[in-house]
């Protein structure tokens, strides 16, 4: 079997350091607001805005990126002892990424709609957004964040011990996917969770080429 080859694999893994300032410029331009709670007319003004839906944008393509850097560290893990592992890690990235993508659909294009709606009078609507957060969302949301974080422990497993990248780069991969799937509505705790990507990620690049040089 022919491996790709190290700069490809390089490419990949540093779609996560920049999936994590993606999503921390995609946080700051959101005004880190979430669900409509407390001041609804803060809120319906900061989703209204042009800046929240470039920030939506900006945090989809976060999500979506790392797709690329699941992949390339399961070739760097495959050919170590942590294969099995390792792809079973892929797996549940792979699907813990995808069912929540339609929550961050929902956000994007009907938060803007309903803020606006309400700065024009409709000051029920907003509720709306809360209900399907918390509501039928959860189908997939609630899967998808175990898929995650079983796939950010796999790897982490994985990298502990195959020795193929730095344990602590493998630690904080897995700090990332609990925080980043189940902190959904604080800020501090998803900003955190992409300081973690922007480190474990630094650390399996680094990891790569000393192993390689």
Known sequence: ??????????????????????????????????????????WAGVVASKSYLM?????????????????????????????????????????GTGLPLTTLGVFAYASPALGKLYLQGDTHLPQVITDIAMGSSMVMGLPGAIFYVSGCLLFGLAIWRSGALTRWSGVLFTLHGLLVAFGFGSPL????????????GTGF?????????
Do not use: H
Request: hydrophobic share 60%; proline share 4%; net charge positive.
């Open 1 to 42: 079997m022919q491996y790709p080859s190290k700069r490809k694999i390089l490419l990949c893994l540093f779609t996560f350091p920049l999936s994590g300032v993606l999503a921390l410029v995609a946080l700051f331009l959101r005004k880190f607001v979430g669900l409509p709670i407390g001041d609804l007319a803060a």
């Open 55 to 95: 920030g939506q944008y900006l945090y989809i393509l976060a999500y979506v990126l790392p797709f690329l850097g699941f992949w390339a560290l399961y070739m760097v893990l495959m050919q170590r002892n942590g294969e099995k592992l390792a792809f079973w890690g892929l797996v549940g990235t792979l699907v």
């Open 189 to 200: 705790m998803l900003a955190l969770s992409w300081f973690l990507l922007i480190a474990s």
């Open 205 to 213: 690049i680094l990891g790569v080429q000393k192993k390689t040089a």
